[in-house]
């Protein structure tokens, strides 16, 4: 739904753009402005069809009712240091949110932890 064009190559089924915000609303109204056919962009054509002027009109207040949500903790929460602390209490503030909201929150263990090494920030690597 949004153009590709500018993004640096690494992957064409995982090079995507869209919209970030603090809302839902800002999510929306922000997709409203962005999304659109770029004729440099192949991957834009088939959503063509489906783009719409107002994505905010989409909003349900129940939207999280049924949604299920799976939480990997382990390794990616180490609290070493504060402002690694604050980033999990807001991570845990958001889930609480959308608990109250109707999501079921699942706690998921990582398959297989032991094979995995984390040697790089940004990503694991398979020993």
Do not use: C, H
Not at 3 to 26: A, C, E, N
Not at 102 to 124: H, I, M, R
């Amino acid at each position: 739904m949004t153009s590709r064009t500018g993004v640096v190559p690494i992957s064409s089924s995982q090079d995507t753009t869209g919209p970030l915000g603090k809302s839902t609303w800002d999510v929306a109204m922000s997709l409203s402005i962005m999304a659109g056919l770029d004729s440099d962009d192949s991957y834009s054509i088939p959503a063509e069809p489906f783009q719409q002027d107002d994505y905010t009109k989409f909003i349900n207040a129940n939207g999280s009712k049924g949604l299920r949500i799976g939480v990997v903790r382990e390794p990616f929460f180490e609290s070493e240091t504060a402002r690694q602390r604050l980033m999990v209490s807001y991570f845990n503030e958001s889930l609480t949110k959308m608990a109250s909201l109707g999501a079921t929150v699942l706690e998921t263990p990582l398959p297989n932890k032991d094979k995995w090494s984390y040697t790089f920030v940004g990503g694991p690597n398979e020993e």
